[in-house]
């Protein structure tokens, strides 16, 4: 099992900046890759960031250029920095891992921007 517990969250001004972060406690050693979802009112949720154990990253289209996912091993934590930010990015954002067998999820964090 693991567990994930995400923070940094908050309201910006569009052009701001926030940090998200997601730590993972409980059996870390199988996570195969880790990710950051994000789900708007009457939306799907969708992937914004994807990271491997390698390091390999994606991005969604919308967030390319301006948010960057990226992993501490040492502290167990995935962070989404997230630049430049639109009122279309407001969202829960939630974090996921996966190891193979089983898919994880963190219960989210609000991100609001304002315009």
């Known amino acids: 099992q693991v567990q994930l517990v995400e923070s940094g969250g908050g309201l910006v001004q569009a052009g701001g900046s926030l940090r998200l972060s997601c730590a993972a406690s409980?059996?870390?050693?199988?996570?195969?890759?880790m990710a950051w979802y994000r789900q708007a009112p009457e939306k799907q949720r969708e992937l914004v960031a994807g990271?491997?154990?390698?390091?390999?990253?994606k991005y969604a289209d919308s967030v390319k250029g301006r948010f960057t996912i990226s992993r501490d091993n040492a502290k167990n934590t995935v962070y989404l920095q997230m630049n430049s930010l639109k009122p279309e990015d407001t969202a829960v954002y939630y974090c996921?891992?996966?190891?193979?067998?089983?898919?994880?999820w963190g219960q989210g964090t609000q991100v609001t921007v304002s315009s």
């Open positions: 996921a891992a996966e190891d193979g067998e089983e898919a994880y």
């Open positions: 409980g059996s870390i050693f199988s996570i195969n890759a």
């Open positions: 990271i491997t154990s390698g390091g390999s990253t």
